[in-house]
T-cell receptor, first 115, second 115 residues
Framework: EAGVAQSPRYKIIEKRQSVAFWCNPISGHATLYWYQQILGQGPKLLIQFQNNGVVDDSQLPKDRFSAERLKGVDSTLKIQPAKLEDSAVYLC?????????????FGPGTRLTVT | AQTVTQSQPEMSVQEAETVTLSCTYDTSENNYYLFWYKQPPSRQMILVIRQEAYKQQNATENRFSVNFQKAAKSFSLKISDSQLGDTAMYFC????????????WGAGTKLIIKP
């Protein structure tokens, strides 16, 4: 089966610019996650969708970050305006369901550099 | 609040040796799942092994096994007959059973297998 797809793989922008990331999860996976991974740290959950509804966005900086999952399939994550501290790898993951046991499948990530 | 601690930022061993990565966690919950994920350099995060807290028997997956000590809240990963392809960041993660609670991640251990 096809894995989780993400684009772009790399992005360099200046601070105060905007950027958008795209994710296409594994077909049939109801749950989609966006993580921020700063170098040398574990992933930090930004937002979790169950189908097209938000389950958890408690750590999403809502003044600058937004995400949507239209039709419960692919998703976009946007940052506007970007700050230097947003430089990180943005990981998208999906799982069959959102409850405990189910394995999360990760995409290759988008490496964002804000200058 | 739940936390996961990986006390070894970096480890290195010779190929074919056995290595153990440590992980401790803190929770007041009784039913949960524990995971080890692997993130090879420039490659996607993948699940290595998982354990249900209500099972006393330690999980094994080929060369990978865990030592789960529930009372001590410890969940270490043992890699036997290490191979060059095992070089990666290893993350320990925890999730409450039967909930949409997010995965709680450790900071990771960088494992280097030397030829």
């Amino acid at each position: 089966e096809a894995g989780v797809a993400q684009s772009p793989r790399y992005k360099i922008i200046e601070k105060r610019q905007s950027v958008a990331f795209w994710c296409n999860p594994i077909s049939g996976h109801a749950t989609l996650y966006w993580y921020q991974q700063i170098l040398g740290q574990g992933p930090k959950l930004l937002i979790q969708f169950q189908n097209n509804g938000v389950v958890d966005d408690s750590q999403l900086p809502k003044d600058r970050f937004s995400a949507e999952r239209l039709k419960g399939v692919d998703s976009t994550l946007k940052i506007q305006p970007a700050k230097l501290e947003d430089s990180a790898v943005y990981l998208c993951a999906s799982s069959l369901y959102g409850t405990g046991w189910y394995e999360q499948y990760f995409g290759p990530g988008t490496r964002l550099t804000v200058t | 609040a739940q936390t996961v601690t990986q006390s070894q930022p970096e480890m290195s061993v010779q190929e074919a040796e056995t290595v153990t990565l440590s992980c401790t966690y803190d929770t007041s919950e009784n039913n949960y799942y524990l995971f080890w994920y692997k993130q090879p350099p420039s490659r996607q995060m993948i699940l290595v092994i998982r354990q249900e807290a209500y099972k006393q028997q330690n999980a094994t997956e080929n060369r990978f096994s865990v030592n789960f000590q529930k009372a001590a809240k410890s969940f270490s990963l043992k890699i036997s007959d290490s191979q060059l392809g095992d070089t990666a960041m290893y993350f320990c993660a925890f999730r409450i059973m039967d909930s949409n609670y997010q995965l709680i991640w450790g900071a990771g251990t960088k494992l280097i297998i030397k030829p």
